[in-house]
């Protein structure tokens, strides 16, 4: 498990590095490019000078932004757009997110600022008025999209960044989590079995169980003290008299005499017999 969790973390990191690596080598021609495309003075649909109007193609489902230069206080009423009718169309107003959607000049810098966006419903020509006292530009910001996502060098720069640098960061979160997972100590589990002696063997089968059927077997304890069982056994074989204690120990004293007289004879005549060969 954990050899499969560090090659995927290594392919990951490889393919963030390499994606890297093609965003920094297009990210000079892609801005460049970027900058030329999106240039309001050189890629626009129509440029008013304060109090001029001028007639435009639009094409419905898009959006057309009306932008000015920052610092100029143009006001979104004093810019009209009509039909060949004479309809005026009501433009949208911008929220202030959309406000910071600035566009760049010929050099690179944001300096245009965008005042009124409009939409039309017909493919048709319609009639700009600038009543304003600045300088206005029409863009046609789906072209614009379009045209940035058609460039083979833009498209890949973009794609190389936003993938390569979250690939670098899970890369490198992968990273951390398996040096963590190798810095730890391993915990090893230690079992502790304690060896059981005879006596206390002897205890625990002589243990009275209140659940068990049979409560008063036990089992003999494998080593006798004998001097604790000798009086009992004495008093029980023997009796109470002294008479036949002493009959009975000299019987017995006369009996063994016998056995070791009769032991004795049969052993020499086993070696006789042996000498002589039998």
Not at 93 to 116: A, C, H, Q, T
Not at 209 to 227: G, H, R, T, Y
Not at 253 to 271: F, M, P, V
Request: proline letters at 3%.
């Amino acid at each position: 498990m954990k050899g499969g969790a560090n090659m995927w973390v290594k392919r990951l990191s490889g393919l963030s590095i390499i994606l890297i690596l093609v965003f920094v080598g297009t990210y000079g021609d892609s801005t460049d490019k970027i900058i030329e495309i999106m240039d309001a003075e050189e890629n626009n649909l129509l440029e008013l000078e304060s109090g001029q109007e001028g007639a435009v193609q639009l094409e419905k489902i898009r959006f057309y932004t009306i932008v000015s230069l920052e610092g100029n206080e143009i006001k979104e009423n004093e810019v009209k757009l009509f039909n060949q009718e004479g309809e005026e169309i009501i433009g949208k107003s911008l929220s202030s997110i959309e406000k910071m959607n600035k566009r760049p000049d010929g050099n690179g810098e944001l300096v245009f600022i965008p005042v009124i966006i409009f939409e039309v419903s017909e493919n048709t020509e319609y009639i700009f008025q600038n009543q304003g006292n600045d300088t206005l530009w029409v863009l046609d910001d789906l072209e614009i999209q379009s045209s940035l996502i058609s460039d083979d060098i833009i498209l890949i720069s973009m794609i190389s960044c936003c993938f390569g640098f979250p690939l670098g960061i899970i890369s490198l979160i992968g990273w951390l989590v398996i040096w963590r997972r190798k810095a730890k100590p391993s915990e090893k589990l230690i079992l502790k079995q304690e060896v059981i002696t005879t006596d206390q063997l002897f205890k625990q089968y002589n243990s009275t169980d209140e659940n068990s059927s049979v409560n008063n077997e036990k089992v003999p304890a494998p080593f006798l003290d004998i001097e604790k069982v000798e009086g009992p056994i004495d008093e029980l074989s023997l009796g109470d008299s002294d008479i036949n204690k002493e009959q009975e120990g000299d019987s017995l004293e006369e009996h063994l005499a016998s056995e070791k007289n009769d032991y004795i004879e049969e052993s020499d005549g086993n070696w006789k017999n042996w000498d002589d060969g039998e």
